[in-house]
């Protein structure tokens, strides 16, 4: 690839950082929200160079044109120091991954993404195990609709041995996945510490209510269907649907 296209490439490169970011919301599909401002700045930084890239190339060009004479150089020819003949067309095609991003931007994770990782939901972090909890459920009043996370749910089920949660009434909002075995399904989010890379699972298992389309997104009240058992070993979260509604508009896609 020559000079020229690969200028090209860092613009356009650039411009998808700062269209993502600045024109649209669309970085929050793959990154936290704080790596906004990083974003910006390299989109601002590749435009840059590739604009000085090109320019430079242009006036090597003209400046190779005045000393031989010619009005318009032969780039085959030997002696000029820019010899763009080596570079197969084909390399052009390497602008296309590029290009795509303005067409076609890649959605956040979904349904796909729980199915096809193992396990149940991600192990609760240590402030959840010694008992500090930051779901609002010690606030809210008697008979109070208590909105969480999935992730906050999930440690109040998976480590509260006073079992606080039980019998209150819980506000849950995520996006449909279908039970591989058929029996209900799961409500889930992905919960996102750096990037999308890094995102694990937060489900809840619904088997009351009838299974809506794959993706969409419910804000469900509900309560906590207690285990019989000893709740840490507990391989998936129960969960009883008193009412349901689709979103549609639905949140950023992860919980931090």
């Not at 010694?130 to 208590?146: C, M």
């Not at 992905?190 to 999308?196: D, E, I, K, R, T």
């Amino acid at each position: 690839m020559n000079r020229i296209a690969q200028g090209l490439t860092l613009v356009l490169l650039g411009a998808a950082a700062l269209t993502s970011t600045v024109a649209t919301d669309l970085y929050l599909n793959w990154v936290k929200a704080g790596f906004g401002p990083f974003l910006i700045a390299a989109g601002v930084v590749m435009a840059v160079l590739g604009v000085l890239v090109i320019v430079a190339e242009l006036r090597g060009e003209r400046t190779a044109a005045a000393a031989s004479g010619e009005e318009h150089p032969d780039h085959s020819a030997e002696g000029h120091g820019h010899d763009h003949s080596r570079a197969p067309r084909v390399a052009w095609l390497l602008l296309l991954p590029v290009v795509a991003v303005f067409v076609v931007a890649p959605p956040a994770l979904g349904a796909y993404t729980v199915e096809t990782t193992a396990g149940s939901s991600a192990p609760p972090p240590e402030q959840a195990r010694s008992g500090r909890f930051d779901d609002g459920l010690a606030e809210a009043g008697p008979g109070e609709v208590v909105a969480m996370d999935i992730r906050q749910f999930v440690m109040r089920a998976w480590v509260d041995e006073e079992r606080q949660l039980a019998g209150r009434e819980v506000e849950l909002t995520g996006f449909a996945v279908p039970d591989p075995e058929g029996e209900g399904w799961f409500l889930a989010r992905l919960q996102m510490s750096c990037c999308a890379a890094d995102a694990i699972v937060n489900k809840v298992h619904i088997s009351n209510e009838p299974a809506p389309e794959t993706d969409t997104w419910w804000t469900v009240r509900g309560t906590w269907v207690e285990p019989e058992g000893d709740i840490a070993d507990v391989s998936q979260h129960e969960f009883e649907v008193l009412e349901m509604e689709e979103v549609s508009d639905p949140p950023s896609p992860y919980e931090q």
